[in-house]
């Protein structure tokens, strides 16, 4: 009997310490890891989303980068952090639902180490050639391709550009040859070198060369236009009906954070996302804000990982 009065003591008071600690959270500064450089989409996204949540939290968000390793060196550090909120991840979709379509291996399993907490920001790409290029639509490109022996040149700045080049490829009917780059920068001047006919770059990275009108924009990959390019129409409006990707940012808790962190944190990033003056300024940067549930992301995460395995293996792009 004693021991059982202990139990429930026990039990009682380990809840009550831990409801304790999510009221007051944060109590000190928070870490917020990124797996790239600074002044990548992922990295400026993050210092914004750091800016917000310490005007709204009241203590400091710190941005740390730890690039490497396609992500998988930031993705690991917060794995093995205390679960107790004062460690996040800003996980990118290459991250948490590419790399383990493409890696056999890796030191991190993105639904069981992870609570997700929210959807941020959404980066789709944009199909896009060089202004002068007789290419206006998707059927031009099409009709190119087939007209050619060899068939086109397509650029990718990361194995997930080569991922979602290979599943636009396969949807279209194109034939291509992929070219690796180093980045999405390197693509963007492959482009206007006419080293290559077409690419899938991301919007925060071409659209500056897509306003000032030295490349032509044909078509975005995601589900829906973007909101700073109303015109340009879906790969899915052109006639490849089901073909839909893009990158996204979200933000994560090492597994068995207490769920009343989590909802606060999600709901404080929901709040910031909705106010005109950060909505717009990612707009600017080419990322659709989102903001989501817990629930939300993990469906997100859920239909990915098996299309982008799938994707993965019929593109020989899968590493032991």
């Keep these: 009997m004693k021991r059982f009065f202990y139990y429930w003591v026990t039990l009682f008071a380990l809840c009550t310490c831990t409801a304790m600690a999510a009221e007051s959270y944060p109590a000190r500064p928070v870490r917020m890891i990124v797996g790239f450089a600074p002044g990548g989409g992922n990295d400026i996204l993050a210092r914004l989303m750091a800016e917000q949540l310490q005007r709204r939290l ?3 968000f710190i941005v740390e980068n730890r690039p490497g390793a396609s992500g998988a060196i930031a993705v690991t550090a917060v794995k093995r952090a205390e679960p ?3 460690t996040l991840l800003v996980g990118p979709s290459s991250s948490m639902t590419v790399n383990p379509a493409i890696y056999q291996k890796l030191d991190y399993d993105p639904v069981a180490d992870f609570k997700p907490i929210s959807l941020v920001g959404d980066i789709p790409m944009i199909l896009s050639v060089k202004a002068s290029s007789q290419v206006r639509t998707l059927s031009d490109l099409v009709a190119q391709a087939k007209g050619s022996e060899k068939g086109l040149f397509a650029g990718a700045g990361a194995t997930s550009f080569q991922l979602a080049t290979g599943l636009f490829a396969n949807h279209t009917g194109i034939r291509t040859e992929i070219v690796n780059y180093k980045g999405n920068s390197s693509v963007v001047a492959a482009l206007l070198a006419n080293e290559i006919d077409f690419a899938l770059v991301d919007t925060a990275a ?6 000032g009108g030295q490349l032509r924009a044909i078509a975005v990959t995601g589900s829906k236009r973007f909101s700073s390019l109303p015109d340009v129409p879906t790969v899915a409006e052109l006639g490849a009906p089901g073909f839909a990707m893009s990158f996204w940012s979200s933000l994560y808790a090492p597994a068995g954070t207490p769920d ?3 909802q606060s944190l999600q709901t404080t990033v929901s709040a910031a996302l909705r106010e005109p003056e950060v909505s717009s300024r990612l707009l600017e ?7 989501s549930t817990a629930k939300e992301l993990a469906q997100v995460m859920a239909r990915e990982i098996p299309v982008y395995k799938k994707a993965a293996k019929d593109a020989n792009l899968v590493q032991p």
């Design 84 to 86: 107790d909120g004062y």
């Design 58 to 60: 009241g203590q400091p």
């Design 206 to 211: 071409i659209l500056p060369q897509i306003r």
């Design 260 to 262: 009343a962190i989590v």
């Design 285 to 291: 940067l080419g990322i659709e804000p989102v903001g």
